[in-house]
């Protein structure tokens, strides 16, 4: 499902990502944990070309987003492809990023009906049915600032799933809330999860880590440093700065 080779971008002179190479199956959870500043936010926001890459290739369901050639020159798919090819892939923030000024429902509408094309109607049933599936059926004429944060999160993942990616991609989404409504969100996510959806999930919930995903990679400094199966990862981390991780999140 998705494909990444030898990543590397700067953000000016500083190197954030350093070589970075991650592939997903069909239907996997793949959890990045790592410190901050490591690169995990801006792998994710390269991955659904929020931010472009230096050089390295990505391709998302065999499709071609990014390469880069011997001569070491990089190209981006057209903007015509580069569209359908983002549409595989839904977003999920630490600060969910839902219009202030939209009702939950018109938040999960609007990208359906502007940007599919889709029919008022049709857009507000499959929302409906999304906000009933991330339990909030009866707060669909709400407002954003009217929802905890843990109904905010949930919102915004109805949100990214009424565009029907592919693969989800989540960026610390409980980082922001209160440790007592992470567990709704972490729900919403498992059971998305139980559904086979193929996700990658930055998260600081080892619990998550070790229970959801399949896959655990760590990064450090820009680079991947190493990926485990999940048992394996949290059983035998291979490389020393795993460990001092592991020992100061456990
Ligand atoms: P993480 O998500 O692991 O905390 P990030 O990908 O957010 O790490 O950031 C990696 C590094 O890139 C950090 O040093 C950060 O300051 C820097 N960085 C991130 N975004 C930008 C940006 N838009 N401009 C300049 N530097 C950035
Ligand atoms: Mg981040």
Same mark, same amino acid.
């Given at each position: 499902?998705?494909?990444?080779?030898?990543?590397?971008?700067?953000?000016?002179?500083?190197?954030?990502?350093?070589?970075?190479?991650?592939?997903?199956?069909? @239907?996997?959870?793949?959890?990045?944990?790592?410190?901050?500043?490591? @690169?995990?936010?801006?792998?994710?926001?390269?991955?659904?070309?929020?931010?472009?890459? +230096?050089?390295?290739?990505? &391709?998302? %369901?065999?499709?071609?987003?990014?390469?880069?050639?011997?001569?070491?020159?990089?190209?981006?798919?057209?903007?015509?492809?580069?569209?359908?090819? @983002?549409?595989?892939? @839904?977003?999920?923030?630490?600060?969910?990023?839902? !219009?202030?000024?939209?009702?939950?429902? %018109?938040?999960?509408?609007?990208?359906?009906?502007?940007?599919?094309?889709?029919?008022?109607?049709?857009?507000?049933?499959?929302?409906?049915?999304?906000?009933?599936?991330?339990?909030l059926?009866?707060k669909?004429?709400?407002?954003p600032?009217r929802l905890s944060g843990g109904q905010k999160q949930r919102?915004?993942?109805?949100?990214?799933?009424?565009?029907?990616? +592919?693969?989800?991609?989540?960026?610390?989404?409980?980082?922001?809330l209160d440790?007592e409504l992470?567990?709704e969100v972490?729900?919403?996510?498992?059971?998305?999860?139980? %559904?086979?959806?193929?996700?990658?999930?930055?998260?600081?919930?080892?619990?998550?880590?070790?229970?959801?995903?399949?896959?655990?990679? !760590?990064?450090?400094?820009?680079?991947?440093?190493?990926?485990?199966?999940?048992? +394996?990862?949290?059983?035998?981390?291979?490389?020393?700065?795993?460990? &001092?991780?592991?020992?100061?999140?456990?």
């Amino acid at each position: 499902m998705i494909e990444a080779r030898g990543l590397h971008k700067r953000f000016g002179s500083v190197p954030v990502l350093r070589g970075v190479s991650l592939e997903i199956a069909r @239907g996997e959870v793949v959890a990045i944990i790592g410190p901050s500043g490591s @690169g995990k936010s801006t792998l994710l926001r390269c991955l659904n070309h929020l931010e472009t890459i +230096d050089s390295g290739s990505i &391709a998302i %369901e065999g499709e071609t987003l990014v390469s880069t050639d011997a001569a070491g020159r990089c190209s981006y798919a057209s903007e015509r492809d580069l569209r359908g090819i @983002g549409r595989k892939t @839904g977003m999920v923030f630490q600060h969910f990023n839902l !219009f202030p000024h939209l009702t939950v429902l %018109e938040n999960i509408t609007l990208a359906p009906v502007d940007v599919l094309g889709l029919a008022s109607d049709v857009a507000r049933t499959r929302a409906e049915a999304l906000l009933a599936k991330v339990g909030l059926k009866d707060k669909a004429g709400s407002y954003p600032a009217r929802l905890s944060g843990g109904q905010k999160q949930r919102v915004a993942i109805a949100r990214a799933l009424a565009m029907e990616p +592919d693969i989800m991609l989540f960026d610390e989404p409980t980082s922001a809330l209160d440790p007592e409504l992470t567990g709704e969100v972490l729900r919403t996510m498992r059971q998305l999860a139980e %559904e086979r959806m193929t996700m990658l999930v930055v998260t600081h919930e080892m619990g998550f880590a070790r229970e959801v995903a399949h896959r655990v990679v !760590f990064m450090d400094q820009g680079e991947l440093i190493e990926a485990q199966r999940a048992a +394996d990862f949290f059983a035998h981390p291979q490389h020393a700065r795993t460990r &001092a991780f592991l020992q100061h999140m456990l």
